[in-house]
């Protein structure tokens, strides 16, 4: 693993386990899906426009795994304030970012300007240039060191995403951000082996376990 850290800013790229590359079924989320989309999560054109009922709707399996593709945008954890609030992956999923909204194979995605981004700013929301937002991402100034005495920070979840107990899980070209775990384990915790590639951690107050 090669973990990089500078001003709240971890960067990993590291492969801890090989995962399929293409799984059997894709979830499409875009918060800004047509109005039309039924948000079956189908197809682009019907995006659900929210990540937490996406990965509800998964049904994963070792010979049915799921990948949810997750175009530009901050999604959070709740729409309330419950800061036990966090994403989490079961078994033989992939959580991929940086889409912009119409390809049809990871690879097509763009190299930058399309950050996905997962955010603990729940509740009161932080203040101005206390936060990081797809703009800061796009323009390489997420390198923040977020106020913790900013009351929009001080409700953030805890935790943004835990893994625990899950096999052949990937998480790919995601920003993660906002949690405030009061110096420990915030942001992500991992509890079992995953793949990661391609992800940034700016700001989060704690450490990766």
């Known amino acids: 693993m090669n973990i990089k850290s500078a001003f709240g800013l971890v960067t990993l790229a590291c492969t801890l386990l090989s995962g399929s590359v293409h799984a059997d079924q894709i979830i499409y989320v875009n918060q800004d899906a047509p109005p039309a989309s039924t948000q079956t999560g189908s197809s682009w054109a019907n995006a659900v426009r929210d990540l937490q009922p996406a990965i509800a709707a998964a049904q994963a399996s070792a010979v049915r795994p799921v990948q949810i593709w997750v175009a530009k945008g901050v999604y959070k954890p709740t729409t309330g304030s419950n800061r ?50 797809v703009t800061d991402v796009v323009a ?13 920070f001080v409700d953030n979840s805890a935790n943004v995403m835990v893994l625990r107990g899950v096999t ?7 920003v993660i951000t906002g949690g405030n775990a009061n110096n420990t384990n915030g942001g992500v915790k ?19 376990e």
Do not use: H
């Open 168 to 174: 052949n899980v990937l998480l790919d070209s995601l």
């Open 84 to 133: 036990n609030a966090f994403f989490s992956l079961s078994s033989s999923m992939s959580l991929r970012g940086g889409f912009v909204g119409t390809e049809t194979d990871p690879s097509q995605r763009p190299a930058s300007g399309y950050p996905t981004i997962l955010s603990g700013d729940i509740g009161t929301a932080q203040r101005a240039g206390n936060q990081v937002a």
């Open 190 to 208: 991992i509890y079992e082996t995953a793949k990661i590639q391609s992800m940034i951690i700016p700001g989060d107050v704690g450490t990766i």
């Open 140 to 152: 390489g100034t997420e390198n923040i060191v977020f106020d913790q005495t900013d009351p929009g």
